[in-house]
Antibody, heavy 121, light 108 residues
Framework: QVQLVESGGGVVQPGRSLRLSCAASGFTFGNYGMHWVRQAPGKGLEWVAVIWHDGSNQYYGDSVKGRCTISRDNSKNTLYLQMNSLRVEDTAMYYC??????????????WGKGTTVTVSS | SSELTQDPAVSVALGQTVRITCQGHSLRSFYANWFQQRPGQAPVLVIYGKNNRPSGIPDRFSGSSSGDTASLTITGAQAEDEADYYCNSRDNSGIPYLFGTGTKVTVL
């Protein structure tokens, strides 16, 4: 079955770095755009970043632009999010998600269970 | 900046109908998708595109759109529909993807 499993979260001090991973299985990973979406405790969903199916384009939300890099290794069926200069406000559950692209619309259809990042001194 | 605005909370009596709205400029160009999120769980897609339900989503969920407002309607709400609901769309100005502010649905 289609599955996304995030890992790499943890507790980190402000200013440090962390790399999140998302292992995909059950589908042809290289055919899909992939997203990172986060949710701070008690807050709503916030879109973080997207990467095209072939890695040719990446886009970022304003709150992480310049500090985070999304990447993928289609040979390993894995999505990454490199997070640098972490801030307390980056504390959140981080989800990876798969995007379906159709001629008239786009939608996220599969989510992982998430990995928790806590930034604290 | 672009954004999608939802009412923070709505309530509905068991078996009745509730409509959740999502307003934003991007919805004039892109369809809204809708996600249900129960406490402690990852979001689940319930409506995508013009008005499509993924496999396994009950037909009491439906979507519609007019101008800059999209709506999710639950017809005959059940206890298990109590959750947070988020709209989402692409955008072609600034942030390319947007999530709504979220609506907490309480089933009475």
């Amino acid at each position: 079955q289609v599955q996304l499993v995030e890992s790499g979260g943890g507790v980190v001090q402000p200013g440090r770095s962390l790399r999140l991973s998302c292992a995909a299985s059950g589908f042809t990973f290289g055919n899909y755009g992939m997203h990172w979406v986060r949710q701070a405790p008690g807050k709503g969903l916030e879109w973080v970043a997207v990467i095209w199916h072939d890695g040719s384009n990446q886009y970022y939300g304003d709150s992480v632009k310049g500090r985070c890099t999304i990447s993928r290794d289609n040979s390993k069926n894995t999505l990454y999010l490199q997070m640098n200069s972490l801030r307390v406000e980056d504390t959140a559950m981080y989800y990876c998600a798969r995007e379906v692209t159709r001629p008239d619309y786009y939608y996220i259809d599969v989510w992982g269970k998430g990995t928790t990042v806590t930034v604290s001194s | 900046s672009s954004e999608l605005t939802q009412d923070p909370a709505v309530s509905v009596a068991l078996g009745q109908t509730v409509r959740i709205t999502c307003q934003g400029h991007s919805l004039r160009s892109f369809y809204a998708n809708w996600f249900q999120q129960r406490p402690g769980q990852a979001p689940v897609l319930v409506i995508y595109g013009k008005n499509n339900r993924p496999s396994g989503i009950p037909d009491r969920f439906s979507g519609s759109s007019s101008g800059d407002t999209a709506s999710l309607t639950i017809t005959g709400a059940q206890a298990e529909d109590e959750a947070d609901y988020y709209c989402n769309s692409r955008d072609n100005s600034g942030i390319p993807y947007l999530f709504g502010t979220g609506t907490k649905v309480t089933v009475l």
